[in-house]
């Protein structure tokens, strides 16, 4: 059967799919919206998810769009290019800031979903009396919040907690295993198509061994179902206009989910967390363009010598 392939050109097409998916499998869950702050400043953050709704930074006493880009280098993986969304106290006002978009119906009564992002706390710890939204699509009972809470009591200052809200019910991880590193990657998930044992608590941190690799935090449960409609836009890092703002850094920032009725796509696994972990660590080298180009040069000779082929040749053009 081999040598069949090889002589139909087909081995060769296979060879080059191979270089093309060891860059990226084409299966990986695509975002709806996805923002790595990478723009190197100005007030605008694009999305390079499957929805390209862009967030606009603006500062809390006014709500101006303000830049809040942290700078080259800030984002997580500390390269030259990699930026980040830094709210902190800025101008002469030294006010804090937040991040906004219009309605996006995509993420609007999601059925299931999955929040991720990397985040920085500062100050660390978070003030014990400090309620930080990271996440906020909510209103009059409606949408999903998600927040940073301080550890609690002795444990304050060696991690944080998560809390997640979803139609006014609310799960929290008071645990302290999201702890002050340089970034941690957090990530939680959302089935409304379970009545328990629904909600999952992710963490990851920077490194690249095993002691990094993302894991389960906690299971909790909120059972509210579909997601409710909520006719306003999403803010990262605040709540509208600025209250209870997340201090500190945000990168590579992904909403994942799905309206259709019934449908758990929505929540991702821990493999495909991993899998987004590691990607969003990685700096692009000029050995992986020069893969994708191999790939595809490969690929586009195999059809080029195809199209030559005499037509006498039908049973090598027709695989069933």
Do not use: C
């Not at 942290?70 to 390269?79: Q, Y």
């Not at 809200?165 to 702890?179: D, E, M, Q, R």
């Not at 209870?244 to 967390?273: E, R």
Request: aromatic share 8%.
């Amino acid at each position: 059967m081999s040598a069949k392939l090889a002589r139909n050109g087909l081995g060769g097409s296979l060879v080059g799919l191979g270089l093309l998916f060891a860059v990226r499998s084409w299966a990986d869950p695509v975002p709806i919206l996805q923002y790595n702050f990478n723009e190197g400043g100005g007030a605008t953050a694009n999305s390079t998810g499957s929805d390209k709704t862009p967030l606009t930074m603006r500062d809390k006493s006014f709500n101006l769009p303000t830049d809040y880009h942290g700078g080259s280098g800030s984002g997580v993986t500390n390269a030259k290019g990699d930026n980040s969304f830094y709210n902190r106290p800025l101008g002469a006002d030294k006010v804090t800031g937040y991040a906004d978009e219009p309605f996006v119906a995509a993420i609007d009564k999601l059925v299931s979903f999955t929040l991720t992002a990397w985040i920085a706390p500062s100050p660390q710890p978070i003030p014990a009396t400090s309620v930080e939204s990271l996440f906020f699509k909510f209103d009059s009972g409606a949408g999903f919040v998600l927040q940073a809470i301080p550890g609690g009591g002795a444990v304050n200052a060696k991690g944080f907690g998560l809390s997640l809200s979803v139609n006014g019910g609310t799960s929290s991880t008071l645990s302290i295993a999201y702890p002050y590193t340089a970034y941690d990657f957090i990530a939680v998930t959302y089935d409304g198509t379970a009545a328990a044992d629904n909600v999952n608590f992710y963490l990851g941190l920077r490194g690249s061994g095993d002691t990094s690799e993302v894991t389960l935090v906690s299971t909790k449960t909120i059972n509210q179902g579909q997601v409710g409609a909520v006719n306003k836009g999403l803010t990262i890092g605040s709540m509208p206009r600025g209250n209870s703002p997340f201090l500190g850094l945000m990168d590579d920032v992904n909403i994942f989910g799905t309206t259709k009725a019934n449908d758990a796509s929505g929540v991702l696994s821990l493999a495909q967390l991993e899998t987004l972990r590691k990607s969003e660590l990685a700096v692009p080298e000029p050995s992986s363009l020069v893969l994708v180009g191999t790939g595809l040069f490969v690929i586009a000779g195999i059809g080029a010598a195809s199209r030559r082929r005499p037509a006498r040749q039908p049973h090598l053009l027709v695989a069933h």
